[in-house]
Nanobody, 119 residues
Framework: QVQLVESGGGFVQTGGSLRLSCAAS????????MGWYRQAPGKQRELVAT???????NFADSVKGRFTISRDNAKNTVYLQMNSLIPEDTAVYFC?????????????WGQGTQVTVSS
């Protein structure tokens, strides 16, 4: 089966930076869009950033200019570089990938990684 494994979360002060990584493994035939979502306590999960297989990027307005997203297709890995972090960025960050495995496309999710930004 397919697994997404995230890493890179942690605790940082306001203005700091973190880099998240998410590696997909398993029976993968092709990967389309990869991205990151986040969920803060008491709030719904929201999109942070996505990147298509062709390199097109989409960002939430709240992170534009501060976060960048990239991917290494040879490693089936997506990265989220987070700069100028603020307390409002505190959340559990989830990796998402649309993957063709076996004989169909479906969305897969990672287990989540905690990002905490102190004021």
């Amino acid at each position: 089966q397919v697994q997404l494994v995230e890493s890179g979360g942690g605790f940082v002060q306001t203005g700091g930076s973190l880099r998240l990584s998410c590696a997909a493994s398993g029976r993968i035939i092709n990967i389309d869009t990869m991205g990151w979502y986040r969920q803060a306590p008491g709030k719904q999960r929201e999109l942070v950033a996505t990147i298509t297989s062709g390199g097109s990027r989409n960002f939430a307005d709240s992170v534009k200019g501060r976060f960048t997203i990239s991917r290494d297709n040879a490693k089936n890995t997506v990265y989220l570089q987070m700069n100028s972090l603020i307390p409002e960025d505190t959340a559990v960050y989830f990796c998402n990938s649309r993957i063709f495995s076996s004989s169909w496309w479906r969305d897969y999710w990672g287990q989540g990684t905690q990002v905490t930004v102190s004021s």
